[in-house]
């Protein structure tokens, strides 16, 4: 059996031929019948149906008993039947989302008055020999969505109907006669009190949710809507309440409570600041690290504030540009992050921070952004320091040889193109210092050699150690020989006399100065390790000389 191509309508024998063919393969087939806007109504009493299972229920459409996803899709066979006459179509059981089922709508109203629908197991139209048959209780709802209780003034149930003993699973001889109270859960009863006092204050309809009691002993989530109905026999009817099964509705509120604790749970335990922030710029949540992080009380965010007032602690010029990336952040609405470093006080302490804003910018996300501080002092501290080691000679605190070498170059290649005077300092007569005195005194003269040629230099000078007790000074801005023998005649002088060490040690030191001038863009100064080479050849020559050793 195959449906009939789209937008041509079957001639109503042909429809009625083709009900019978699958009725005669599926003999004990599912049937239903709709009205034309697709109601349930009554099976026609006809002996076709005889051998067949009424579908089973009393919910008011087909669809009811459908999974959520595939709903769309019995809609949409409906709408081909109602264009052609027959359409068939698969879907799932919301009480037996496993089991696979096709549905056939057939246009019968010209011989019944009714479409029939007819319910058969997934598997084709073929019946195969030793095929299990199809159990049409798996079309049975598991419990009714809506239910009546009827009740007193007194809240004593006086009557239920035939769903509200299937959606509770108590009969109504177990429930007439009873307090309804005793059916709700113990922590329930001051809201369904409450509930119920109103209602008979104010002799309107109230509502109220709570968990009813199941026979199996399991909680039902349910919604009442007390009816007044009025006070004529108080014994008797005063209200009605109109139950409505909101399990499903419950268990997703529950999931997403959990799900919501779970991330609290998360984020506490996480070593770093997490703060959620809506598109006002108001903290939605702030985890307890946040807060001990930024030294602020912590609500978690309980009460909204504005996110600026978090950052209290951080030092103004640094806050005023986390202020701005917040903003830029929150109004770009782009991927990627933006960090801002900044110094951040709680009471006495002052501490380093980081902070990483991310836009919200997902289809499901609420607009706004997650802000995470977090602490890298200790990290910036090391940073610093091997900084620190890689630039700086550890005994004088002058430049290392690197570091000079490559403050010479970056000189020689800078777009201004000063001149520059190069210094190259030898001590005299070092290794006597090392003999008489140990390495420890020669060590403390290195640092005070060091120490002179800092306080000396100008703004703008740089101080190198080359190794051993060899030092370099560069002097940008000095441009002719002239200008550069009298630096490095001072220098000479300089250092040229007592030095006082630890332990009352007297060292007389004498020094060795070269000087050259650098041009930048001259080929002969294209390398630092050039122009070091030509001081240290001046050096040498005023080493040799014996009258201010000076060249």
């Known amino acids: 059996m195959t449906e009939h191509p789209a937008g041509e309508r079957l001639d109503p024998a042909v429809l009625d031929a083709a009900l019978q063919a699958l009725l005669d393969e599926h003999p004990t087939a599912v049937v239903f019948a709709l009205d034309s806007a697709a109601r349930r109504v009554p099976v026609p009493a006809d002996e076709r149906f005889a051998t067949c299972v009424p579908l089973p229920g009393e919910e008011p459409t087909a669809i009811d008993y459908v999974v959520p996803a595939d709903r769309v899709g019995v809609g949409t066979c409906w709408n081909r039947a109602r264009a052609t006459g027959l359409a068939r179509g698969g879907f799932r059981l919301a009480c037996a989302p496993d089991q696979v089922m096709t549905v056939t709508f057939v246009d019968c109203r010209d011989r019944h008055g009714v479409w029939i629908g007819v319910i058969v197991a997934e598997g084709g139209w073929t019946v195969r020999a030793g095929a299990v048959g199809f159990d049409p209780a798996l079309l049975v709802p598991s419990r009714p969505r809506t239910a009546e209780v009827r009740k007193n003034l007194l809240g004593v149930i006086t009557g239920v109907d035939e769903r509200a003993t299937r959606m509770v ?87 997403v409570r959990q799900r919501e604790r779970l991330f609290r749970r998360l984020t506490e335990s996480l070593p770093v600041g997490v703060l959620q922030v809506d598109e006002d710029a108001r903290v939605l949540y702030a985890n307890r690290r946040a807060s001990d992080l930024l030294g602020t009380a912590h609500d978690a965010g309980a009460t909204p504030s504005d996110v600026h007032e978090r950052f209290v602690g951080v030092e103004p010029a640094q806050r005023t540009e986390l202020e701005r990336a917040v903003e830029r952040v929150l109004e770009a609405g782009v991927e990627g992050s933006v960090q801002v470093d900044a110094w951040v006080r709680r009471g006495g302490d002052r501490r380093r921070c980081q902070f990483t804003l991310t836009p919200l910018t997902g289809a499901e996300d609420p607009p706004g952004a ?14 610093e320091e091997l900084q620190v080691r890689a630039t700086y000679d550890g005994l004088t605190g002058c430049l290392n040889r690197a570091a000079v070498l490559a403050e010479l170059g970056r000189a020689l290649t800078a777009a201004d193109g000063r001149p520059l005077a190069v210094v190259f300092i030898d001590l005299d007569d070092f290794k006597a210092v090392n003999d008489s005195y140990g390495h420890s005194a020669g060590d403390a003269l290195l640092t005070a050699v060091g120490q002179r040629l800092r306080g000396q ?23 002719d020989d002239g200008r550069a023998v009298a630096l490095a005649r001072r220098i000479h002088d300089h250092l040229d006399g007592t030095f006082r060490l630890d332990g009352g040690i007297r060292v007389r030191s004498r020094a060795s100065v070269g000087v050259t001038v650098a041009q930048p863009g001259d080929p002969a100064d294209a390398s630092p390790d050039a122009v070091v080479a030509r001081a240290d050849a001046a050096m040498y020559r005023a080493k040799r000389r014996s009258r201010d050793r000076t060249g």
């Open 169 to 255: 699973g108590w009969s109504a001889a177990e429930m007439v006669g009873r307090s309804s109270l005793e059916f709700v859960h113990p922590d329930d009863h001051e809201r369904a009190i409450g509930q119920w006092l109103e209602l008979r204050a104010r002799r309107s309809t109230q509502r109220v949710r709570l968990r009813h009691r199941h026979r199996d002993g399991h909680w039902l989530w349910v919604e009442i809507e007390n009816v007044f109905v009025g006070l004529d026999d108080p014994d008797d009817v005063v209200a009605i309440g109109r139950m409505t099964d909101i399990s499903d509705e419950m268990a997703a509120i529950e999931a």
């Open 457 to 479: 230099a100008r703004a703008g000078d740089s101080v190198g150690r080359l190794g051993g007790d060899e030092f370099l000074v560069l002097c940008p801005g000095v441009g």
């Open 370 to 383: 997650i802000v995470l501080v977090a602490d890298v002092t200790e990290s910036a501290r090391l940073r």
